[in-house]
């Protein structure tokens, strides 16, 4: 059976979730703070996580940072929040997705669903794309997850990783945002096109040697994206 990983502690919310994972045949642990979250995350074997912002010893931001030092399974943010700049911050982070206090359950049940079978996608794609990636002073190794620029390995997140293979493997090709999301984020992706332009911000702050005047990451105005060869 697989298993969730339930970070909240708000006990009633908690159980909410866990019952309906449990109706839904997965196996759900609940975490009452970050830091017994990442405690079983390092003891356990985990599909996914559901995160909540607000916790007592330290910020769903900072668990989600944390998390992704460790791991690259989806990280589903709940919130009683729901500001723009809080979603922002929170898949800057390296969350996959955002979902608002109250929520219906049988939607964070597809969400949830959505998310563990696109990471699934993810790595049998990078599984069958073996070749390393080098285009100038970027190598990108689908295999290890890695990505070094001038001799000198760059830490990115799940997503900014997925995102930066997905345009590398079709040079100079120009996406729309809208594109973008749908096929790296997926189909049952819940956010907008504001996700892509955060990501595609922070990967040129790791990759670019001037994030201002891109090497690699084009803006093609009107338009969207493309990856130059």
């Known amino acids: 059976m697989e298993r969730i990983l339930i970070i ?63 791991s690259e399974i989806p990280i589903i943010m709940v919130t009683a929040k729901n500001e723009d700049i809080d979603m922002i911050r929170g898949l ?15 939607q964070l049940i597809a969400r949830v669903k959505a ?19 080098r285009i100038r002073g970027l190598q990108i190794q689908p295999v290890t ?27 100079n090709q120009v996406f729309s945002k809208e594109h973008l999301l749908e096929q790296v984020w997926g189909f049952d992706f819940y956010g907008d096109v504001t996700t892509v332009t955060v990501h595609i911000r922070r990967l040129r702050e790791k990759i670019e040697n001037d994030p201002s005047e891109p090497d690699y990451i084009e803006t093609v105005w009107g338009v969207g994206y493309r990856f130059k060869r």
């Open 8 to 70: 909240e502690d708000e006990l009633n919310i908690a159980e909410l979730e866990q019952d309906y994972l449990e109706l839904n045949h997965y196996e759900a642990d609940i975490a009452a703070t970050g830091q017994e979250g990442l405690e079983r995350l390092k003891e356990n074997s985990y599909r996914l996580v559901l995160l909540d912002l607000m916790l007592p010893d330290m910020d769903g931001y900072e668990v989600c940072r944390q998390i992704r030092e460790i």
């Open 115 to 133: 998310y563990i079978a696109r990471f699934d996608r993810l790595v049998s794609c990078g599984q069958n794309k073996k070749e390393d990636m």
């Open 92 to 106: 800057g982070r390296g969350a996959d997705d955002y979902i608002a206090k109250p929520f219906n359950p049988n």
């Open 145 to 171: 997850r890695k990505v070094i620029v001038n001799s000198q390995e760059k830490l990115l997140t799940a997503k900014e990783f997925d995102l930066l293979l997905f345009m590398a493997s079709s040079p």
